[in-house]
């Protein structure tokens, strides 16, 4: 095993065994490799250490600090709300157990040129905004930005249309895209989401209504009626797709395009990082003997949804055609139904429920549904918080495959 193996590892462990003292783990390069591990109650650590029997435990280094994972991770999905909402552009917002902190990086004063920005009121905003939180650090240096396709705040993107953005039917349902597909029979192409957004026997829009979304400088573009969905029954079914009345051409939604989603970066014990054209190259499934990449038991998945953005949870097994994703953080909320499931450039679903721990006003998360209190899962949730509908299957139900 790998070093970096045994750091992943090791930290799965020591997070789930000293929970509410875990401050996080890395390899020191320069002191021959040690494992060090943060922790704010050493005397736990050294004792869950000492039953571990991990072949890396003696070479690990255990270091005392003040603020735990979670209080930081909390920190962080507050500070990213909270610059998003003032639509400061950023390079990531990541907890660094080195540092023992949030560290905010934001884009250099060239980079923010480039975008036509200004770094002074950038920068301003961004210290405004920051200086009542103590354990927060801010960075200058910038960092790799993808092409500006989409915007910062909302998941609204410019074509290609692509997973996990924010979409809305003129009857008024909002939910997310989750993937570009085409039809196995005529290649035409569709938007996949959750049924329950479109089966009206469910509360859906119905077939007739069309649904849209925006382009970063927030106007707004048709995509399509719905086409077709499997009726609702969960958990068995919950799948749609919508027509897109537009997807070639000049001044269109720039397909056909390899299927693709939007990621936003996130914190966690799986933290992400933005990238706005994330390839999605092959189908996970939840049944067994149907083709699609396995799932290991406890491996991580993360989703995009519209209202909360990015995030990850830990696989925990099927029912029917649905995965079970535990929650580590903040999230998913309501609005995010049909958002994109995947890993490793391989889908494995669309979400379509969550259980429901706590309710906040998320006034100015979406942009086409600006004044909503919506539902959302909690922090320590607790198991399956999550549930996704496998995609091999519902791909299968309503004749459609991935764009290549």
């Not at 790998?2 to 997070?15: D, E, H, P, V």
């Not at 991770?73 to 998003?84: I, K, P, S, W, Y």
């Not at 997310?176 to 989401?193: I, N, Q």
């Not at 995009?304 to 079970?324: A, K, V």
Request: charged share 15%; proline share 5%.
């Amino acid at each position: 095993m790998s070093r970096q193996s045994a750091l992943i590892a090791l930290s799965q462990r020591l997070a789930e065994q000293t929970d509410s003292t875990w401050a996080g783990a890395r390899i020191d390069h320069t002191h021959g490799g040690a494992l060090v591990v943060y922790t704010t109650d050493a005397a736990a650590t050294s004792e869950a250490l000492s039953l571990d029997g991990s072949e890396y435990s003696p070479l690990v280094q255990i270091t005392r600090v003040d603020n735990a994972f979670n209080k930081l991770q909390a920190t962080a999905d507050e500070v990213r709300t909270e610059l998003d909402r003032a639509n400061v552009l950023t390079v990531g917002v990541i907890v660094d157990p080195s540092m023992n902190a949030v560290r905010v990086e934001l884009p250099t004063a060239s980079q923010l040129s480039e975008k036509k920005l200004s770094a002074t009121t950038t920068y301003s905003t961004a210290t405004s905004i920051l200086k009542p939180y103590p354990d927060v650090q801010i960075s200058y240096d910038g960092g790799a930005l993808d092409p500006a396709s989409c915007h910062t705040g909302y998941e609204l993107c410019s074509p290609p249309l692509r997973g996990g953005i924010e979409i809305k039917s003129d009857n008024g349902h909002f939910c997310t895209g989750g993937l570009v597909v085409r039809s196995v029979t005529d290649y035409k192409l569709y938007l996949l989401t959750a049924g329950h957004c479109v089966d009206p026997n469910a509360g859906g829009s119905g077939l007739t209504s069309r649904w849209y979304t925006g382009f970063p400088d927030l106007s707004k573009h048709y995509i399509g009626s719905g086409w077709n969905y499997t009726p609702v029954n969960r958990p068995y079914w919950d799948a749609a797709i919508l027509q897109i009345e537009n997807p070639t051409g000049p001044s269109s939604w720039g397909l056909p395009v390899h299927s693709q989603v939007l990621v936003v970066e996130s914190g966690g014990t799986r933290p992400t990082v933005r990238d706005e054209t994330y390839s999605i190259d092959a189908v996970g499934d939840n049944c067994t003997g149907c083709g699609g990449h396995p799932i290991p038991q406890d491996s991580y998945l993360c989703w995009t949804g519209s209202t909360y953005q990015t995030d990850c949870g830990r696989f925990d097994g099927t029912s029917g055609n649905e995965g079970l994703l535990n929650i580590d953080n903040f999230g998913p909320c309501t609005g995010d139904s049909g958002g994109p499931v995947y890993a490793s450039h391989v889908a494995y679903g669309i979400f379509v429920a969550y259980k429901k721990t706590t309710t906040i006003n998320t006034t100015g998360w979406r942009y086409f549904s600006p004044n909503l209190t919506v539902g959302c899962a909690g922090y320590n949730a607790g198991k399956d918080a999550m549930y996704y509908q496998g995609l091999g299957t519902s791909l299968r139900a309503l004749n459609v495959e991935l764009v290549p």
